[in-house]
Every structure is written in C-alpha cells, then in structure tokens.
C-alpha cells in the first residue's frame, strides 16, 4: 500500500489550505485514516482522524479549523485546514490503517510529508 500526499503550500496567516492523500495498492479494507505534523524540534503529533464509519476526532488546536473528511471511492482522505496560524507550520504526513485480509491483522502506512508553511 502506497500514500501519496500533496498540496502543502506557503500562506499567509488567516489562509487556507487543502491537503490531499491518495491511497494505491492492494488491500481488504481501510479502516481509519489520519493526518500527523511535525515541526521542528516538537515530537510529531496527530491533527486529525477519520474512521471507517466516519467518527472523526482532532487536536485541540485545530478544532473548529480543520476538517477532515474521506472519499472511499476515489481512496482519498483531505484535511482542509481554515484560518492557519504561524504554529501550524509543520511538515505534515497521512497514515491509513488497513486489513489485508477478512478479520485479519491491520496495518499502518505512511506516506511522504507535505510542508505547510504560514507566514507572513
């Protein structure tokens, strides 16, 4: 399983970004998908989840801000992050968790990161 992510970008304070994560490969089901960032010098930390069933949970920072959603068909999570801060300037990274197999074992995938950048 392969995770393509895309749309980082520089903005100003106040902007807004979409992220994109792409999911290829071959697998049963994806059961959560999930957007980290790590800024320099600060332990990677998860944004934001979305669960197969569509339950979502966020860090307290970005809530209100950030919204995640999915799109089974096109194996696509996005994370649309509204009025950014200088403090969300990180390099962000999706992760999907998916099963192989019928009950079988689940596993994590990473993809590569994206960099946001809010300044002014």
């Known amino acids: 399983v392969q995770l393509q992510a895309y749309g980082g970008g520089s903005v100003q304070p106040g902007g807004s970004l979409r992220l994109s994560c792409v999911a290829s490969g071959t697998y049963y089901r994806l059961v959560a998908w999930a957007w980290h960032r790590e800024a320099p010098g600060r332990p990677r930390e998860l944004v934001?989840?979305?669960?197969?069933?569509?339950?979502?949970n966020y860090l307290d920072s970005v809530k209100r801000r950030f919204f995640i959603t999915r799109d089974d068909a096109k194996k696509t999570v996005y994370l649309q992050m509204n009025s950014l801060e200088p403090e969300d300037t990180a390099m962000y990274y999706c992760?999907?968790?998916?099963?192989?197999?019928?009950?079988?074992?689940?596993?994590?995938?990473w993809g590569q990161g994206t960099l946001v950048t809010v300044s002014s």
């Open positions: 992760s999907a968790d998916v099963t192989k197999s019928y009950r079988g074992s689940q596993y994590t995938y």
């Open positions: 934001a989840a979305i669960t197969s069933g569509g339950g979502t």
